[in-house]
């Protein structure tokens, strides 16, 4: 693979990769002198996933690949237990078999390359022994505990702070997407979203164009792999289209995605709308944006800003893709959004069309992993 920005479509074991280097970057601020994460105290912090589902596996994954890393896994909260957890983490319909030693020690214990983690059972947060296992930051993947008296149980049994991987509800709990407004991370946030994979996909390159260009207004079609939350068959569902067989149909269904970019790019607010369309493909997604910008532009111009940004601040979160590539392609890419330069449109001078893949599992996963570094690289 040869486009710019792109680590990975081949799944990485020990990648190369640092959290001051990748994060240092995506995260400073446009002040002069700005402080940077490699010139914070910070602290190795004890990590817990709460549900090893398919981002607190990815999450574990992509950790493992981290050759220098502030995050020390030491629990699982999965009610499969170690003989679910240990097979599910080493054996993977999308992502592969791990290459990674894993073992079942005991009834409550897996290791990774000889890393023990404990494996914990319980479906209320307020019975986790955080308190007793040292845990800093609790990695909430469930879908569950995802506004504030939910999340606040994992800081009632003992954790220090808690990363949302999803949308969170309420406005209460600040949202950060990487390459956009990581930098106003502030270390007194005890629970924090990470937004979602599409807005991770969105909105680093939607920065870029309402930076260079203005957004007046804009629509955007997420074309979206199926997920846990449709049928296999018809069967009942609150939504009547996800209802449907999902490997079966293109399901249209809602996305927050357009419209949480505002909650990282205030300035956005009520310019941005969308939808999803499910489609009969595992992993992978392709977002489509059709903008007016407040400025004249062409396509060459709109790409070359991309380029820029990719080889920039944006690096490890933005790449641009020159060649004519298809969703399996972007399998296991480390970076948020990848910008189909092909694809790129301009009706008259103000009508723009962008087309960018992302790894909605992978990709945000990764983002994960970078937003609880930020935490442990920022702790007081």
């Not at 949302?164 to 990581?182: C, E, F, H, R």
Request: hydrophobic letters at 40%; proline letters at 3%.
């Amino acid at each position: 693979m040869s486009f710019t920005g792109l680590t990975s479509t081949a799944l990485p074991t020990k990648a190369e990769q640092t959290f001051t280097g990748r994060v240092a970057r995506q995260t400073a601020t446009k002040a002069t002198g700005a402080k940077t994460v490699a010139a914070m105290k910070g602290k190795q912090c004890k990590v817990a996933i709460n549900g090893f589902g398919r981002i607190g596996r990815n999450f574990l994954r992509c950790w493992h690949g981290r050759a220098n890393t502030m995050l020390d896994i030491v629990a699982i909260n999965d009610s499969g237990g170690v003989k679910q957890a240990s097979h599910l983490v080493k054996y993977d319909s999308v992502l592969g078999t791990f290459e990674a030693d894993v073992k079942i020690i005991d009834d409550t214990h897996i290791s990774i390359d000889g890393k023990s983690i404990e494996i914990v059972s319980s479906r209320d947060p307020l019975q986790l022994p955080w308190k007793a296992l040292g845990v800093d930051i609790v990695i909430e993947g469930t879908g569950v505990f995802i506004d504030t008296p939910g999340a606040s149980k994992h800081l009632t049994a003992g954790a220090k702070k808690v990363v949302i991987t999803a949308p969170a509800k309420g406005d209460d709990i600040p949202t950060y997407v990487l390459g956009v407004n990581a930098d106003q991370y502030k270390d007194s946030d005890k629970i924090i979203s990470n937004a979602s994979c599409t807005t991770n996909g969105l909105a680093p390159f939607v920065k870029v164009l309402d930076d260079r260009f203005g957004i007046v207004k804009g629509l955007m079609t997420t074309t979206h792999s199926y997920t846990g939350d449709q049928r296999i068959l018809d069967a009942s569902h609150r939504d009547l289209r996800r209802a449907r067989a999902a490997a079966l149909n293109i399901v249209p269904t809602s996305t927050g995605a357009a419209k949480a970019v505002a909650l990282v790019l205030p300035q956005l607010k009520g310019k941005l709308n969308g939808i999803a369309l499910r489609v009969p493909t595992p992993n992978v997604s392709v977002v489509d944006l059709v903008v007016q910008t407040s400025k004249k532009v062409t396509a060459d111009e709109v790409n070359a800003a991309f380029r820029e940004e990719a080889a920039g601040k944006l690096k490890g979160i933005l790449a641009v893709a020159d060649e004519p590539l298809v969703s399996c392609d972007f399998k296991c890419s480390d970076v948020s959004t990848s910008i189909d330069a092909a694809l790129t449109m301009v009706m008259g001078d103000d009508m723009l069309k962008v087309v960018a893949w992302y790894d909605n599992e992978w990709g945000y996963s990764q983002r994960v992993v970078d937003l609880a570094e930020l935490c442990a690289a920022n702790w007081e």
